[in-house]
């Protein structure tokens, strides 16, 4: 079982590797990971949703 903290390594490998973002269910869809669980981390740590993570890049 992934971690969240797997979870968000993968989500900013995808970020760093990839020049057009999509939205961010649309990023947790295809990496397979769960938006809800990694958006609460992102609030926790970052101080940032999901959305206004993927706005600001």
């Not at 390594?9 to 590797?17: D, G, P, S, Y």
């Amino acid at each position: 079982m992934n971690t969240v903290e797997t979870d968000f390594r993968t989500l900013v490998r995808f970020l760093e590797n990839c020049p057009a973002r999509p939205d961010f269910p649309a990023v947790c869809r295809l990496l397979h990971i769960r938006p809800g669980r990694l958006d609460d981390y992102l609030v926790r740590e970052l101080g940032l949703c999901g959305e206004a993570l993927m706005m600001q890049i």
